[in-house]
């Protein structure tokens, strides 16, 4: 089965439509989104209602912190990031903050472990930026493969039957073996605010019968994701970081 | 995981097993058949037993992770897999001859038999690094040949992916390869640079010319590093007659730093295919080895300690070092058209310094005609065109070993110019259209067929001036391409 997995799309409705399409193209005939679903951008009404139906589709769907912070007010986040939750929190009917706030921190299925940050301790948000972070993730589940968001870099980790890690960035549009019974980490790059110089969307396929993660990335009209940014009156750094994939 | 071995007459995912065929250090090798497929069939296992080398399943998994995703001829083809939580297996084409293992037996090869050998593995090394993967075991037991001549290269346990995770690296901090043919700087644990293929080719050409191996069969690292400091006894000194050429060859392949050897695979083929236009340095004429002042600075000195690189991608490595031909029509010339090309080849050469140029030019011969290779004036017309051809690159100041000459004799100029493209692995032709003339429309254009057939990219260059234009406004032209 071929599982398309999205994560960070930060309600940015452009970025988010381009990823599907290009997933549907591809095969995909399953859908999970890893959370973060609003934040930093200016369409989160749109972003919840589009999850929701894909939601009713089948699709699995996680909460990340950005979408705690736009159910309550919570601490921890930098100024722009508190600015937008703010906004997004005015932004959102009451109907769209239940769907969000019901959402599970991970899902299960198979060998796969989904999760939007840590696996460790998903409710406290910890990066997994590195081979050590990329460890205790996996030494704390049983699953084979983690995939997770929230960094916005994509990376890949292995961990080896002699407990050693291999970590890897991956090309874009190559299909990577996942080896069993190694066990792997995928961190995926974000839908609505790339983060490793790359403008581009971010999204990856995972086909399980052969066990290949590829990530891909997608061009999208960053402009109008921008100006509605500036247009909502949102930071402008926020706007800016769009077209610098940064 | 499943530990029990193989045994002949079982079936395994539609592979029906026959006689075992070789023991490795670290994996078997069965013959078998497959309904779906024709001839004879190769499944490797590995050895697992308790005790036996880590590296074994390692080495495993990068050959099931590397074979699937290589193609052409110059690598086995890959027909299906088991993982290690069934039975691990890896499926292949069997190619059928023995390896180039015995040619030892009966070392040292004619130089001739050298080059032509040298050039066909250069030739797979080049088509596996465009793939971008390494292959890091290069030895006269990993490469068989085709009924149809092309080398092929077997065993991918130690390769490097650049788009793969590298599973071998991280694993062991101990270098793996073959003593003989390691490269110094896989010796330091580099394992992602090309040219450390040109030095365990450059050791076989070494160990073919010579009946010895460059640097022994070190068995301890120490023996191993040896070669970073110490040079090898140029092959002169073991065969007396060892041409110039050849020695510059290999003891270019056996440089301790990769800038040094030949940039790409492609362009060692080349140097291989062409004695004659290989640029001699010192290193053609050396006679022995350096002395103990020189080694013993390149020993201890801190200075002298080689730094390599980790190089990110094999194939981007060899898109920076290209082979570019140009064909310059020389039998009526125009100078506007001849400046042209020109400036075109300049600028294509001063981007990429890696770059080499050959230069052709095509002597036409008379399909009945017995050709004589004299005029009537008595010259000789291959020189002069020859002569006529550097004539036309000498603007371009190109050091000598950048570019190389030579007058192909043939009835059918694109067929010529295709040819050589093909044998020697040409990235990039440039040419010039020929101009608007009755010759053109009753013969075609040369241009346009060397474009569509080529394997590669081709540039063809036009002059833009008053009699250019003027061309360009007759209405022949419109649905004429080039």
């Given at each position: 089965m ?5 994560s960070d799309?930060?309600?940015?409705r ?9 997933a549907?193209?591809?095969g995909a005939q ?14 989160p009404a749109?972003?919840?209602?589009r999850?929701?139906?894909?939601a009713?589709a089948g699709a699995?769907?996680?909460r ?6 736009a159910v309550a ?8 990031a ?5 906004w ?12 969000l ?6 899902a299960e299925?198979?060998?796969r472990l989904?999760?939007?940050?840590d ?9 997994v930026?590195d081979?050590e ?7 704390a589940?049983?699953?084979r493969i983690?995939?997770?968001g929230?960094?916005?870099v994509p990376a890949?980790y ?8 291999v970590?890897f960035?991956?090309?874009?549009d ?7 019974p190694?066990r792997?980490?995928?961190v995926?790059?974000?839908v609505?605010q ?13 086909d ?9 990335r ?11 940014i500036?247009h909502a ?10 077209a610098r994939?940064? | 995981?499943a ?10 995912d539609g592979?029906r097993?026959g006689?075992?065929?070789h023991?490795g ?7 078998a ?7 004879a069939?190769?499944?490797?296992v590995?050895r697992?037993?308790e ?17 699937p ?12 897999a088991g ?9 292949m ?6 390896s ?9 090869l ?14 797979a ?5 465009r793939q ?11 490469i068989?040949?085709?009924p149809?001549?092309e080398?092929v290269l ?5 390769s490097r992916?650049?788009?793969?995770p590298?599973l ?12 003989p ?5 896989q ?28 640097h022994g069969?070190?068995?301890?690292l ?14 002169k000194?073991?065969?007396r007659d ?7 060859i290999?003891l ?15 362009q060692l083929?080349?140097d291989?295919?062409?004695p004659?236009?290989v640029k ?6 050396k006679?022995?080895q350096?002395g103990?002042a020189k080694?013993i600075?390149?020993?201890f ?7 390599f690189a980790r190089?990110s ?9 290209p ?12 100078p506007?058209?001849?400046?042209a090309l020109?400036?075109?080849v ?16 095509v002597l ?7 050709d004589t290779?004299?005029?009537e004036?008595?010259?000789n ?5 020859l002569v006529e051809?550097k004539?036309?690159?000498q603007p371009?100041?190109?050091p000598e070993?950048?570019?190389?000459f030579?007058?192909?004799e ?5 067929n010529?110019?295709l040819?050589?493209?093909r ?8 040419m ?5 003339s ?8 040369v241009?346009?067929?060397v474009?569509a057939?080529a ?10 001036g008053?009699?250019?234009e ?8 419109a649905?004429?391409?080039f």
């Open positions: 071929k599982i398309a997995i999205l799309i930060h309600a940015n452009e970025a988010f439509e381009a990823c599907l399409a290009d549907d193209r591809r399953r859908l999970v989104i890893l959370g973060d679903v609003v934040g930093y951008g200016a369409d749109w972003a919840v209602w999850t929701m139906e894909l009713n699995i769907v996680l990340g912190n950005h979408d705690e912070a007010e919570r601490g921890g986040m930098n100024p722009d508190t600015a937008a939750a703010a997004t929190r005015d932004a959102l009917d009451p109907e769209a903050k239940a769907f706030a019901a959402l599970p921190l991970e299925e198979e060998d989904y999760v939007h940050a696996a460790h301790d998903p409710a406290r948000w910890h990066y930026r081979a972070d990329a460890r205790r993730s996996l030494d589940v049983q699953a983690v995939l997770c929230h960094v916005h890949l292995g961990l080896t039957a002699a407990a050693k890690l970590s960035k991956p090309v874009t190559v299909a990577i073996p996942l080896m069993r190694r792997w980490l995928a995926l790059g974000a609505g790339p983060r490793d110089g790359d403008p581009a969307a971010a999204w990856a396929m995972l399980t019968a052969s066990s290949e993660l590829t990530i891909h997608v061009p999208y009209d960053v402009a109008t994701a921008a100006e509605k500036r009156g949102l930071p402008e750094s926020l706007a800016a970081r769009l994939g940064r | 995981m530990r029990q071995m193989l045994t002949e007459g079982e079936e395994l592979f097993i006689a075992r065929l023991v250090g670290m994996a078997v090798l069965w013959e058949t497959h309904p779906d497929h024709d001839g069939l190769l499944v490797k590995p697992l037993a005790g036996e080398d880590p590296a074994a399943i390692v080495s495993f998994e990068m050959e099931q992770m590397i074979l995703r290589l193609s052409g001829p110059h690598v086995p083809r890959f027909l299906g993982g290690f939580e069934v039975r691990p297996y890896i499926a084409e069997r190619i059928p001859g023995p180039l293992l015995p040619l030892i037996e009966q070392l040292p004619p130089f001739a038999q050298i080059a032509e050998v040298g050039a066909r593995v250069a030739d090394l080049d088509a596996l690094h971008h993967v390494v292959h890091l075991d290069v030895k006269p037991s990993n068989l040949t085709r149809t001549g080398a077997v065993d991918f346990g130690l992916h650049a788009q793969l590298d071998m690296e991280e694993e062991f901090r101990l270098p793996y390869g073959t003593a043919y390691m490269a110094p700087e010796i330091m644990g580099v394992r992602s640079e090309p040219r450390s293929d040109l030095f365990a080719l450059g050791t076989m050409l070494y160990f073919f010319t010579t009946g010895e191996r460059p069969d070190p068995q301890r120490s023996g191993l590093k040896r070669r970073l400091w110490r040079d090898p006894k140029p092959p000194a073991l065969r060892c041409p110039d050429w050849l020695q510059e290999i270019r392949c056996l440089e301790v730093l990769p800038e040094r050897r030949h940039p790409t695979a492609a083929a080349y291989l295919r062409h004659d236009q001699l340095t010192a290193r053609a004429r006679q022995k350096d103990w080694t600075q390149r020993r000195h801190p200075d002298h300690q080689p730094k190089r991608n094999a194939a981007e490595q060899a898109a920076s070092a082979i570019v031909a140009v064909a310059v029509d020389l039998s009526a010339p125009d506007a058209l001849h400046e020109r400036t075109t300049g600028q294509i050469m001063a981007t990429l310094p890696g770059a080499r140029l050959a230069c052709l030019n036409r011969q008379n399909r009945i005609a017995l290779t004299l005029d004036a008595g010259n017309k291959h020189l002069q065109r051809l004539h036309w690159a371009l100041a190109l070993g950048r570019a190389t030579h007058v192909l043939a009835v059918d100029p694109a010529a110019i040819e050589h493209a044998v020697n692995g040409v990235d990039h032709i440039v010039g259209a020929r101009a608007q009755l010759k053109r429309r009753v013969l075609g254009s241009s346009a067929e474009a057939e394997p590669c990219s081709v540039t063809v260059v036009r002059a833009r008053a009699a250019a003027a061309a360009a406004r007759t209405p022949e032209t649905d004429t391409p």
